[in-house]
């Protein structure tokens, strides 16, 4: 059992592209999806539109499709970043919680952690709403803050405002844009791609990483 005391620390890790070796959102878009989802991605890049307003037209795109066969899907075709289920381990030996907080839907999330043993890691993401034939319905957000300046669909620094207390530490682990924020908010960052550049840009301290087996490197040096 991993220690319960005072200096425990908390990991709010992102999934597409993070604990995700893929973009796992825009894999189930590109199969399930016959609209041009990806011109929405331009105008959030060129700032025409928000993060919020991004996601949830896309993920409304997925209306009518079969639970079962985007999960299929998802199991088939996802794959965990190399070294997550060893991370995943590493915190549960030190006492460490992971808080997977994403912008995907948390069925895709759920049921690829699910396929590799760890369905029992917290997820906090968009949630999809099935009709009575289990088909797509809906998109909700459960988890944003309309009034927080990050425009997102879940607000990741609102989670990490939330969940640190009773924690020594907490550390963002992210990849993207939209990790930003909570990088701002955690006491450590691992940063890769888009989120390292933003750091770097603002002279925020992070760690880079490309596998989680650096994450555990790390962590490990820190506290010998």
């Not at 993060?51 to 209306?63: G, I, K, S």
């Not at 919680?97 to 699910?114: K, N, T």
């Not at 997820?123 to 289990?134: A, H, K, L, M, P």
């Not at 609102?158 to 939209?178: C, L, Q």
Request: net charge negative; charged share 30%; hydrophobic share 40%.
């Amino acid at each position: 059992m991993g220690r319960m005391g005072p200096d425990r620390t908390i990991f709010f890790v992102d999934f597409d592209g993070t604990a995700a070796a893929q973009i796992a959102s825009n894999r189930l878009l590109d199969r399930f999806v016959d609209d041009d989802w990806q011109t929405l991605d331009e105008q959030l890049m060129n700032g025409e539109i928000s993060f919020y307003d991004c996601v949830r037209t896309q993920f409304n795109m997925l209306a009518g499709q079969s639970r079962r066969a985007m999960i299929a899907f998802a199991r088939e075709t996802i794959d965990l970043r190399p070294g997550f289920t060893d991370f995943v381990a590493h915190c549960a030996r030190e006492g460490h919680a992971i808080h997977i907080v994403s912008e995907a839907l948390d069925f895709l999330i759920q049921s690829v952690l699910e396929r590799d043993g760890l369905g029992h890691l917290p997820v906090y993401g968009d949630r999809g709403i099935f009709d009575e034939d289990d088909r797509f319905a809906r998109i909700e957000f459960p988890y944003r803050q309309p009034d927080c300046v990050c425009e997102l669909g879940n607000c990741k620094d609102g989670h990490v405002r939330t969940h640190r207390d009773g924690f020594a530490e907490a550390i963002v682990v992210g990849d993207g844009k939209n990790d930003f924020l909570a990088a701002q908010e955690a006491d450590r960052v691992f940063a890769r791609r888009k989120l390292a550049e933003l750091c770097e840009d603002a002279g925020l301290t992070y760690d880079p990483f490309e596998t989680f087996h650096d994450i555990v490197r790390a962590l490990t040096r820190a506290h010998a």
